[in-house]
């Protein structure tokens, strides 16, 4: 039996979710309607979070994957005392509100994670978990369970549909993440109609094969009791995530229940009224909530300001039994770096040997590791490639698989980049962890829906993507990203990492590293590089500096990462013909432009002409350069050296090039302007 307070609680929920998308004539009444009574029992009997204070350290944390159903979390979040009112509710879907048309991070106190592609939110959500699970293992001790909360997660048809879920809650189960308790809504419908038509998979054999627990609750439209009862069974379970299987109807109580006619689009006036005249509301009335459904949230946000305090008092006993670790825990969620970490970072000497940006990475992540304790990060199964693994680095694993612990730092994330990078992303957004994850650039992009999210929910994540150019020689096109930069560098509040060099390098963790609210792509090549005369860690904050030049400079090389050293081959081959030049070395093209124009008119001055060197495709380089050396096609298939002769990409071909510049402005008689400049 549902009391009369709770049933009228989740009536107002359904009929105000109409009203919700009527007023905005936008967005989803439908799976709001139909998970009414189960998000109910949810936030007024098992979320423990303080309203008052959205953002403290051990509460639980809610994701909607499905996150089209939004209407309904704002509602929830409204009811409890969140930063939102009924005005906010009102301008739901419109510009600048704080309701819009999928939950944003950054927009809305109380939304954990921004969701709009399905299956991002359960796979942040396993992120989330193993986070929860670090930092307990990490800080816990005898009698203070100062981490110790759950991760709560709806879902539906279409979040399960989508691979990035299956990557995710197959790592999951493998993880053995206990406080990981995902609510699948079993509606059956998808914008097509009903799943029938595409989806008709066995869910329940397929989590159980990941190695979940799972429960079925076959009436979910009007039976909270048996839902209450699998959440307390669903956390007794320790060593597995549990997935809840709860059917019911999208749009219920409206004319068009259980179809698709509800899903995305606003319900009829005539529809709206007689839902609110089946559930006991005033058909003439809109965005009704009575003061007994208010006092009901406000009631358990109560409960979750005691849960605080209590916690907040179990922490102060904690700090003064262990200080330091208090006090790092305080710092980490802060997102204060530690007190001159900066100087962990290693510096190189034209004198010291060459080697490829990616060993130069693993010699930073070996200095950075003891300095930064909240660096965690893994490889996509390519660990012995990436180099992203220090060498006293102890693997994230179940203690029961004697692989590793839940202290440990390094995840094996196995070939799975798209769950790996949502995975990022929940780490990111739990606090208290600085997220890595490598793999091959090119693979960046089978990930790219949740490396988009890192700079739309301004995640502070470091993608370590190596084997970044046609540099990676016998492997051919297929695993040459020749486009990938162009995409990363045109995606706003996300920086893209270039490093020539073992400084550069140094300086693009640097980068990623105080960066707290913008995700870092750092591309690093597998072919050796030397140490550079000129270059240096600080330089890479300015994004592009002067790396060599002579004076007054009749040519301009702007080049990155591997191509800066055919760039500073050719300025000494035309200085040896009497041709003065420069080389400016570009490691990020973001940072740059976003430098005060006096200086980048120092870099790169105007009536000289400017020839960009990058071995992937030249689209946007026209903002930096004149001319251009690099492809306009798909890359090759052949040894480094051979691949790099048939695209024109050596130093013989960029002095040509310079002279033939040259020549062309001298007849053209001007140089034009650069956009970059403006």
């Not at 944390?61 to 939004?70: D, E, I, K, P």
């Not at 994670?113 to 796979?123: A, E, H, K, M, N």
């Not at 909240?374 to 490639?385: W, Y």
């Not at 890192?454 to 502070?460: E, G, Q």
């Amino acid at each position: 039996m549902v009391s009369d307070i709770d049933q009228k609680a989740i009536n107002t929920i359904r009929t105000l979710a109409a009203d919700v998308v009527f007023k905005a004539d936008s967005g989803h009444p439908g799976a709001p309607m139909g998970l009414a009574p189960i998000a109910h029992t949810l936030f007024t009997q098992f979320l423990r979070a303080n309203p008052k204070n959205p953002y403290f350290i051990n509460r639980d944390r809610f994701l909607l994957s499905n996150g089209h159903a939004c209407a309904l979390q704002y509602i929830l979040l409204h009811f409890l005392g969140y930063n939102l009112t009924m005005d906010d509710l009102k301008q739901f879907r419109q510009v600048g509100s704080k309701t819009p048309g999928h939950p944003e991070r950054i927009d809305t106190e109380g939304v954990e994670v921004t969701t709009g592609p399905l299956g991002q939110g359960i796979s942040n959500a396993v992120g989330m978990a193993a986070a929860e699970a670090h930092l307990a293992a990490t800080y816990n001790r005898p009698g203070y369970n100062i981490i110790d909360n759950y991760i709560y997660v709806i879902l539906g048809d279409g979040c399960l549909q989508e691979g990035v879920a299956s990557e995710a809650a197959s790592l999951a189960g493998h993880l053995q993440l206990g406080k990981l308790i995902a609510i699948y809504d079993d509606n059956h419908i998808t914008i097509d109609g009903d799943t029938d038509v595409s989806f008709t998979e066995d869910v329940i054999k397929r989590f159980e094969a990941y190695g979940w627990h799972t429960q079925v609750i076959n009436n979910g439209d009007t039976d909270i009791e048996d839902f209450k009862k699998a959440i307390v069974e669903a956390q007794k379970v320790t060593d597995k995530p549990s997935l809840i299987k709860v059917r019911t109807t999208i749009g219920y109580g409206s004319l068009n229940q259980g179809k698709e006619k509800v899903h995305g689009s606003p319900l009829k006036e005539d529809d709206i009224k007689q839902l609110k005249q089946k559930f006991g509301f005033d058909p003439e009335k809109t965005f009704q909530v009575d003061n007994d459904v208010y006092e009901l949230y406000h009631k358990r946000a109560q409960q979750g300001a005691e849960y605080e305090k209590q916690w907040n008092e179990l922490f102060e006993k904690y700090k003064k039994e262990y200080p330091k670790e208090a006090n790092e825990l305080i710092r980490r969620f802060s997102q204060k770096l530690p007190d001159g970490w900066e100087k962990a970072l290693p510096r190189f000497k034209p004198s010291d040997s060459a080697a490829a940006t990616r060993k130069m990475s693993e010699t930073v992540l070996n200095a950075l590791a003891g300095a930064i304790p909240e660096l965690l990060g893994g490889s996509a199964d390519l660990t012995g490639s990436n180099l992203t693994r220090w060498k006293d680095a102890v693997d994230f694993q179940p203690p029961s698989t004697g692989l590793g612990d839940y202290s440990g730092r390094y995840f094996r994330f196995g070939v799975r980049e798209h769950g790996m990078f949502a995975f990022l992303n929940g780490m990111s957004a739990y606090g208290g962890i600085i997220p890595f994850g490598g793999t091959f650039l090119n693979f960046l992009t089978y990930g790219w829906g949740a490396a988009r999210l890192s700079a739309l929910s301004h995640c502070r994540v470091i993608y370590v993507m190596t084997h970044d150019s046609i540099g990676l020689g016998e492997d051919g096109p297929t695993h040459q990203p020749v486009e990938t930069l162009a995409l990363t560098r045109a995606t706003p509040n996300m920086l893209t990492l270039r490093p020539a060099d073992g400084n550069e390098v140094s300086g693009a963790y640097w980068v990623a590293l105080q960066n707290k609210e913008r995700p870092s792509v750092l591309a690093l090549s597998r072919q050796g590089l030397p140490q550079l005369e000129g270059s240096s860690p600080e330089s890479v904050h300015k994004g592009g500096y002067i790396l060599q030049t002579d004076d007054k400079p009749q040519v301009i090389f702007v080049a990155t990462g591997s191509e800066v050293t055919i760039a500073v081959d050719a300025h000494k081959k035309l200085k040896e013909q009497g041709i003065p030049s420069r080389v400016v070395s570009m490691p990020c093209t973001e940072l740059f432009d976003e430098q005060p124009i006096e200086y980048k008119k120092q870099v790169i001055p105007s009536g000289t002409p400017v020839i960009s060197i990058e071995a992937l495709g030249t689209f946007g380089w026209d903002r930096y350069s004149h001319a251009h050396i690099g492809l306009h096609t798909f890359g090759t298939c052949g040894k480094v050296g051979d691949v790099y002769k048939h695209f024109g990409i050596t130093s013989e071909h960029a002095v040509q090039k310079a002279k033939d510049v040259i020549e062309h402005f001298k007849k053209l008689g001007h140089v034009p302007e650069l956009n970059v400049q403006l």
